[in-house]
């Protein structure tokens, strides 16, 4: 598996989902499970299914049309309305269907001053990569139409069409400053791996194509029984954001109906391709190696340029080791039991990920931080070929915040730069990191590896100055990169 950026960047430009089963390769293909994870993936994600599914949309208005579908029409071209209760019966089955999900209660206003900030930072980071190049929108404004809006006073869903209709911005949250998902979807745009060549918000069980759409029916590999969406405005529809996390709907058909129950469109979802795998071969003896660990003789208490006093760097773990590996390799056990991690596409693995297997009392901590049961880690595996980052707020699964990557070790011996963690560079002693909020800050170098903070479940990716001194307290290196800023 290649660096977070590459994955989402790949994911960017073509990807879809399939089923998967719970074996030990399709635990480990999974890059990231939590808050933050979610939300940046769907910011690089073309058409992801799961973008529109895991944050539904509501409709523009709980208010329906009751009538009785048209005589003499074909059952399975039509549903009937109830029009003492408002609920429908799908005449292909016979079943009647749950209610929608509910609106929003807030305001176009109030759901633009939500989602403002988290749509401009994906913008910026899908520029700064060069991915989505068919995005030329620009970040949500009050030009934006809300097209649909999903949710509570806490809980929301809210789509934006951008003025030229070219690109549907969607905004999960599940508070105030709490987002869950980000997407910027195209309505013009195939993605080159779909099988079903409709655009990706089309693809995405977002928008209905065609004019007229009332009701739609949504239909799941998993669920026999149809679901409701909410339709909005201009055909933007869904199945609603109740709060729950990572959970993935295998697709399988999505039929559109007119304000008198006549089907006027439909999507049968085909299988698709899988993707072929196309890294470069990383020769097999190829092992990470870490530079040189360095005692510094000027410990930087200061900035050197600034003279300001430094922030403190991030504290070591209290817990112990085999702690830390046992909560890890509960996060790799949900992953594999619980079925709301089920469901998403297959994404290139690199064999060297899979061949590690699970976390074992074999691996090496290299480096923790954290304090209480909140921890952020780095482990290696006993070939020092793969390294897991693993985050936690709790002793388990249960509540909590919890985040996971696994990636395999480049041709030159350094794993993959990613905005959690990273490599110490060779002749550097401390580090220092300008975060955007705290100023800068010394990080913990542990293993052949730095941190400067709890890094994970949360949604603060920014741009970072990272300095490097040496023993001396000179400046030997200085570059920029994309850190988790929290």
């Not at 109906?257 to 089907?263: L, Q, R, V």
Request: aromatic share 6%.
């Amino acid at each position: 598996m290649s660096n977070d950026i590459e994955r989402l960047l790949a994911a960017a430009a073509d990807d879809a989902d399939q089923p998967l089963h719970t074996d030990v390769e399709d635990i480990l293909v999974r890059a990231r499970r939590s808050v933050r994870r979610n939300r940046i993936a769907t910011v690089c994600t073309a058409a992801l299914t799961t973008a529109a599914i895991v944050g539904g949309i509501a409709a523009w208005s709980s208010t329906r049309t009751e009538s009785v579908g048209p005589a003499g029409t074909d059952k399975g071209q039509t549903v009937t309305i109830d029009v003492k209760t408002g609920r429908i019966v799908d005449n292909e089955t016979g079943q009647t269907i749950a209610p929608p999900p509910p609106v929003s209660p807030l305001s176009d206003a109030e759901v633009l001053g939500r989602c403002v900030q988290y749509d401009r930072e994906q913008v910026q980071f899908l520029q700064e990569h060069k991915a989505n190049v068919w995005d030329k929108a620009g970040p949500i404004d009050a030009r934006w139409k809300v097209v649909v809006k999903s949710g509570d006073q806490s809980l929301l869903f809210a789509a934006f069409l951008s003025p030229d209709r070219s690109i549907v911005s969607t905004c999960t949250m599940d508070a105030p400053k709490k987002p869950f998902t980000n997407g910027r979807i195209s309505t013009t745009e195939v993605m080159r791996s779909s099988p079903n060549n409709v655009p990706q918000a089309v693809e995405s069980a977002l928008w209905v194509p065609v004019p007229g759409a009332a009701r739609v029916l949504v239909e799941t590999n998993s669920d026999p029984s149809p679901r409701q969406a909410l339709v909005g405005a201009d055909g933007f529809y869904t199945l609603g954001y109740d709060g729950t996390h990572n959970t993935r709907l295998d697709l399988k058909r999505i039929r559109a109906y007119d304000a008198d129950g006549k089907k006027i469109w439909e999507l049968v979802y085909k299988p698709a391709t899988p993707t072929q795998n196309t890294q470069p071969t990383v020769p097999s003896n190829v092992t990470v190696k870490t530079a040189e660990p360095i005692t510094p003789r000027v410990v930087l208490t200061k900035d050197p340029q600034t003279g300001k006093v430094l922030a403190p760097a991030p504290p070591v773990s209290p817990l112990t080791d085999g702690q830390i590996r046992d909560r890890c390799r509960l996060w790799e056990d949900e992953i594999a039991t619980n079925p709301a991690y089920g469901g998403q596409g297959k994404q290139q693995q690199d064999q060297r990920e899979k061949d590690a297997g699970l976390i074992t009392s074999s691996w090496f901590v290299a480096l923790k931080t954290g304090t209480g049961d909140k921890f952020t880690a780095v482990l290696v595996s006993p070939d020092r070929r793969v390294a897991v980052w693993c985050h936690m707020t709790k002793p388990t699964t249960n509540g909590g915040e919890s985040d996971y990557t696994r990636r395999a070790v480049n041709a030159d011996g350094k794993f993959p730069d990613s905005f959690e963690f990273a490599m110490v560079p060779d002749g550097v002693a401390q580090i220092v990191v300008d975060l955007p909020k705290t100023g800068p800050t010394r990080a913990l170098i542990s293993g052949g590896y730095y941190i400067w903070g709890l890094t994970g479940g949360n949604s603060d990716i920014q741009q970072a100055r990272v300095r490097g001194y040496d023993a001396q307290g000179k400046l030997v290196y200085d570059q920029r990169k994309q850190v988790d800023a929290s």
